[in-house]
DNA sequence: GTAGGGTTAG
């Protein structure tokens, strides 16, 4: 049509063809369409190609297929490509890809040749019906048609190999264009992102950058999920600031994928920055937060924000599942119970996922009659569901129904690795060596030791049955570790005493380029109290302090108990003061230090101000309180906080109160209070109570009472080896050998090891450990040389060895020489010999310091002039100037 | 673009 026929009048007909075709280009709604559409056919335009065309597609945005068949109907069959194109164009749109594929084949059929525009909307309806088969077949079509190098249809292959997860495909397409824009790019990369090759899209990320390509929005939300996967900070960063510059209006989906992305960092702050500052939010917005914050395991802030969310935003199956998961995880069986009424009130369809959560909040929360009866209600149940219904079992106790659970679960499906963990943790809690060889074998047949998450469960299993020669052993064969591997060995290394070796194991952590978590603080600082490496302690605070962990609470109770054992008690009340949150555990863990250095007031007052600052003693510390107020004298105090306890705080004595309350009495000489304190136990005493009202009598040599003490430990028939060894020791010194050899035949036949006696010290970094009556350290002659000098200087100021204490039947000379060879005095020697005169001397001693060895040490440090701190298994004695700290109650 | 079960840690 000429510019002058259209000026000077055109006929009717093209003039209606032309303002229909300008209407139907600026249609908004359906109505509107619908009007138009009926202009069409009263024009009698309805066969034209053209228009039918257009019209199918306006009602296919406007998601009414059907309406774009039955234009479709109208003109078929046609010759004209331009219908067929927009029919199966509208198909795929509205996800109707079996309908879209059967028109293509349609038009093949009758003879019409598919174009550049046919080929998208059919590869895209293949992809949606993740038919590969078909896929392969159209990829064919295109390439004997000769459009193998165009650009839309490129695109679109990749993104359908890339959604049938056939990156090499994809790739493929990739590489043999000849032409790329940003959406090739886009294609490839969230294909790469998507099924989770988190490199690979990182890496064509940066490629697409060194081509000079500008990253769009769709670029950015696609590889925003490969940061956070990889926990690649950096550049996440980079593109966030991507995010600033180029969404003008914050496009939702990007900042939405920039909240994922900073919760799977674990950076909270960012995440809420982000959304905080988003302008618009939406129901994913939401959800991402709550789930963040869930899978970050901060349930209690979870819960919060979804109270926050029913505000502003109905909660989808999504939100309610995750609050389900927080419910779980805290126990809240109440909230959860009200959201899962919630969503039945709504009429939430449950799906096999969100009812595994749902039954795993019953599960944990003990309502395990609910969460059975979810489970045989599940249709659909996988793995999952069995392992939460198996762990809920194990957790409370059930353990007869967990394993004939676990049985039914054998017939029905197929035990995963996760199920195997579960069972390991169940021999862990037993301590069941004979339960977890079984669970290992089972483990090796089904080929789950390339699994990390198991070869840590069985670390922990062999570890916490006293076989560390197999945790070492596995831990040898594994290829991979994580820093639950590393942990589980050190917090081993700790069961065990091993402190040489955790220090080893935290090292070759910090080689492989870990940084330690808090549970691996947790883990080594023990083995620095245990070992008393004030040291190494006091590197492990600077690297605290360098980690930013100084404000974690567990972490700070730890380092109060490390300078304690260590000796420094200033250093752990440098930590306390500096603690800004305080728990029971922090106070306790003073209060505790107080005690073993025999500071009882200052103990009490710590107690005093723990209650002032609104924190509630719990019955661990009432025993430190008790033990202070035992090891200062201070029986009165201790006797009343006893009946506190009980009248004021409401909780029940346990035994340790009571062998804690015997000690009290007994140790400032009470012994027949003590007696009658035990006789009048409501709960049966056991070796601890006697034991520490036998220690009393010995060190009071009153006979009397030990012997009668003696028969009742006997009675018991503990396997207790210290009770045992004290016994023995108590008639050793009352040289009833007959009885000794009975007591020592008896701990032979019950397999017990007596532990032997040693004393350590550290100078210079390096720790230096003695036996009793060693011989194997390089300097001993010089060290039994200085004893011998010590013994007779002794001597000239009224000495007099305790031969009570020497507990083997030998004749008195013989025992003067045992005594020499005690441990804490071999090591008091050698420290005298090793260190600077006037220095202050620091020796550890795993048993409880010998009388006699006491008695000597008060004798050394007033003949050296020194300061002698001993940590035996219960407290610190200061020795200065020829007295002790703990006025002779130790 | 958002989702489930288990292992270390006092």
Known sequence: MSLSTARCGLPAREILYSSISNALSSIRNSAELHKVHALVI?????????????????????????????????????????????????????????????????????????????????????????????????????????????????????????????????????????????????????GYSSNQYWEEALWYYSELKLDGILPDLYTVSSILPACGGLVAVREGRILHGLVEKIGVDGDIIVRNGLLSMYFKFGNVTDAQKVFDEMVFRDIVSWNTLVCGYCQLRLFEDSIQLFRDMITTCTPDLLTVTSVLRACGHLGDLELGTFVHDYSERKGMEFDTRANNILLDMYAKGGNLLAARQLFNKMKDKDSVSWNSLLNGYILHGSYGEAMQLFKMMKMETEPDSITHVMLLSVSTQFADIYLGGEVHCHIVKLGFTIDLRVCNALIDMYAKCSKLEDSLRIFGLMDICDIVTWNTIISACNHHQDCCLGFQMINAMRNEGLVPDEASLLGILPICSLLAAKQQGKEIHGYIFRLGFESNVPVGNALIEMYSKCGNLKGAVGVFELMKVKDVVTWTALISAYGMYGEGQKALKAFAQMEVAGILPDHVAFIAIIFACS?????????????????????????????????????????????????????KPDASIWGALLSACRANGNMKIAERVSKRIIELDTDMTGYNVLVSNVYASMGKWEQVRSVRKSIRSKGLKKSAGCSWMEIKKRVYIFGTGDRSFEQFEEVYQLLDILGSLMAKQGYVPDLQCVLHDVDDDEKEDMLCGHSERLAIAFGLLNTEPGSPLQIMKNLRVCADCHTVSKYISSIVQREILVRDANRFHLFKNGACSCGDRW
């Open 42 to 190: 009263t024009a009698g335009l309805d066969r034209s190609a053209f228009l039918t065309g257009k019209l199918i597609s306006k009602y296919a945005r406007f998601r009414e297929p059907t309406s774009s068949i039955s234009v479709f109907d109208r003109v078929s069959p046609t010759n004209n490509v331009y219908p067929w194109n927009s029919i199966i164009r509208a198909l795929a749109h509205n996800a109707l890809f079996s309908e879209a594929l059967g028109f293509y084949s349609r038009m093949r059929d009758v003879g019409v040749r598919p174009d550049a525009y046919t080929y998208p909307s059919v590869i895209n309806a293949c992809a949606g019906l993740g038919d590969a088969e078909m896929g392969k077949v159209v990829h064919q079509h295109v390439s004997e048609a000769g459009f193998g190098s165009d650009l839309y249809i490129g695109n679109a292959l990749i993104d359908m190999y890339a959604r049938l997860d056939d990156m090499g495909k994809a790739c493929h397409v990739f590489g043999e264009m000849s032409q790329r824009d940003v959406v090739s790019w886009n294609s490839l990369i969230s």
């Open 631 to 683: 090891h200062s004298g201070m029986v009165e105090e201790g006797l009343n906080l006893f009946d506190c306890m009980k009248n004021k705080y409401n909780i029940e004595p346990r035994m340790e109160h009571y062998a804690c309350t015997v000690d009290l009495l007994s140790r400032s000489g009470h012994l027949t209070k003590a007696e009658d304190f035990i006789l009048s136990m409501p709960l």
